[in-house]
Every structure is written in structure tokens, then in C-alpha cells.
């Protein structure tokens, strides 16, 4: 049986990515693509899932949502491009009323309890509303999945700060105080995966809505890399969130407990992993240190190859 899945996003281009791998793994059902402001706006990001299901197509759709209405103090178009989806314009059209995503993701936790796996790959606003909303919410869900943090990388949105928790810090506070004991993939682990202009031009499996899909989008993010950080490609972070659970064993990781700094002028979004003989509190979370490389990029090729 394949495991079901919601995915909380923010598509960017590695959230395309990765929403692109999951909506053609067969060992996954994504019951929900939820929006989320964070690299682009709450209702950019919203026309943006409807593109990404319009233009990948899934032989079965997942439940769709309407973004939060917040507004962030930052974005990621530096990186990802007007719009999030590399400065292209994709017609889309929102079909109809959506209901708020944090309801939606509560109500397909119930529709099947224990049975979901949430993989968030933006802010944690979304999944905070949702814990608010229905407290009973961690006994009915199966996993969660964080891509976010950083440990002893620096920051990308500041010296300490990852750019996920930075834009709201108290929401990833409380998810983390939440029962979820999640799985946080951070920079640490993420910026091992490196999508290279090589890479891009060895997609397989060309004519698929896939791979044609991302040659329009990937470049601006390779570009912007170079640009932004002189760097040969570009890091494909969200990715990791779906590979987590698609690859047994591929990303390992060690129990600590988590927290966030809310209000530090230099260290707000920062994500503090305590690691005394004695710290503040029992583990909460399991925090990513390693990567199997290979097995990612393997599974990418596999997927990918056989796309529609």
C-alpha cells in the first residue's frame, strides 16, 4: 500500500522538485497539497499549487487549500524568481472556494488516522494553526516531516536562522512543543544535495510533463545560486523531505530536544538543539545528520525515468 502523504508548500523551485517526485512515486498518495506563503505570497502560492497539479496531472488528485492569509517579512524570489516557479508564467486557474489548509490537513488526519505522513517544506504557520485547531491532532497523524533549522551550519536568513523557522518563529515554537516529535531535516543535511547545470542536462526521460516542467524552472534557480552564493548548482533542500520517507534509511538521524529563539535581534529563528548530558527537556524531535547522497540521487534518476 502506498503511504499516504499531505505536503505543506511553499512552491519554490526545489518544492516543485520534490512535489514533482511524490506525485510520480508510486510508493506515495498525496492526499493534500497545502500552499503556504514563504518564498512567494500566501495567494501566489496558492495559484501555484493549482499549476503544479494542472501541469504534473496526477493520475489521482490530491485535496487542495487556500494558503493562510500571512504576510512574512521576507521572501525567496531572489532565488526562486517572480512568481517562485523560475520567473515563468504558468497559466492557472483556482477552480473554486478552497477551505483554509490548516482545516483541510485536520480533516484528512481524521478522514485517516495514523495513516498520514506530513512532509512540511515551508513555514511552519500552517501546521502551528492546524495543532491550534485541533488539539488531538499529533494522536492521529503518523509522521511529520520538517525541512528547516540549521545546527552548526550558518544560517541562510540571517547568522543563526533558517530561512523556514526565521519567517515565523513563534509558529515552528510551538509545533516543536506540539507531540509531533518530527523528523527536522536542516541545512545541515540539505545543503549535501546539489543539483548541478549537468545534472539538468542528464534529466531522463525528456518528453515527460515532468522533466519538461523542471527545465523551465531549475535554470533561474542555478543561475541565482551562482549568483547569490558561488555555488555550481542549485541546493535541492525540500527534496529531502520526500525522500525521507519515500528511501528507508536514507537520511539518518539522532534524538535531541528542539527549540526556537523568538525574539534574539540576532539570533530570532534560531533553532536550538540542546545537546547537554542534561537538557531541557526529554527529546521532541529527531534531527537529521547524515544523507546518503547516492541513494537520493538514485531514487531521483529512478523516478523521474519512469514520470509521465
Keep these: ?43 501566489q502560492a496558492t495559484a501555484n499549487v493549482h499549476t503544479l497539479i494542472d501541469v504534473f496531472d496526477p493520475p489521482k488528485w490530491p485535496k487542495l487549500g487556500a494558503a493562510l492569509p500571512v504576510r512574512y517579512d521576507a521572501d525567496g524570489t531572489a532565488l526562486h524568481g517572480p512568481g517562485g516557479l523560475g520567473g515563468v508564467t504558468f497559466p492557472s486557474a483556482t477552480r473554486h472556494t478552497l477551505h483554509p489548509a ?3 490537513l ?13 512532509i512540511n517544506l515551508g513555514p511552519l504557520t500552517t501546521l502551528a494553526t492546524a495543532l491550534d485547531r485541533d488539539p488531538v ?25 533558517e530561512f523556514h ?3 515565523d518563529p513563534d509558529a515552528a515554537k510551538r509545533v516543536f512543543a506540539g507531540e509531533l516529535n518530527p523528523l527536522l531535516i ?23 510533463r515532468a522533466c519538461q516542467f523542471l527545465r523551465q ?15 555550481e548548482g542549485f541546493h535541492l533542500k525540500d527534496v529531502l523531505g520526500v525522500v525521507a520517507v519515500a528511501v528507508a534509511g536514507c537520511v539518518s538521524s539522532e534524538p535531541h530536544f528542539v527549540d526556537v529563539e523568538t525574539k534574539g535581534e540576532l539570533t530570532r529563528g534560531m533553532t536550538v538543539i540542546d545537546t547537554r548530558a542534561n537538557p531541557t527537556g526529554p527529546p521532541n524531535a529527531r534531527v537529521a545528520t547524515g544523507v546518503a547522497v547516492a541513494d537520493v540521487r538514485a531514487y531521483i534518476e529512478r523516478i523521474l525515468k519512469a514520470a509521465h
Design 1 to 43: 500500500m502506498p503511504r499516504k502523504v499531505v505536503i505543506v508548500a511553499d512552491p519554490g523551485i526545489d518544492t516543485t522538485f520534490a512535489v514533482a517526485l511524490a506525485l510520480n512515486d508510486p510508493s506515495l498518495e498525496v492526499v493534500g497539497l497545502l500552499p503556504t506563503a514563504g518564498n512567494v505570497s500566501a495567494e
Design 102 to 104: 490548516d482545516k483541510v
Design 106 to 118: 485536520c480533516e484528512l488526519a481524521h478522514e485517516h488516522p495514523r495513516q498520514i505522513t506530513v
Design 137 to 161: 491532532l499529533p494522536a492521529v497523524l503518523d509522521q511529520t516531516v520538517i525541512i528547516g533549522g540549521c545546527w552548526r551550519e550558518p544560517g541562510n536568513a540571517g547568522p543563526a536562522a
Design 165 to 167: 523557522i526565521h519567517l
Design 186 to 208: 536542516p541545512l545541515d543535511a540539505t545543503r549535501k544535495l546539489i543539483f548541478s547545470p549537468r545534472d539538468l542536462l542528464d534529466l531522463p526521460n525528456p518528453d515527460s
Design 217 to 231: 524552472i531549475v535554470p533561474f534557480g542555478i543561475r541565482a545560486s551562482s549568483n547569490l552564493y558561488g555555488i
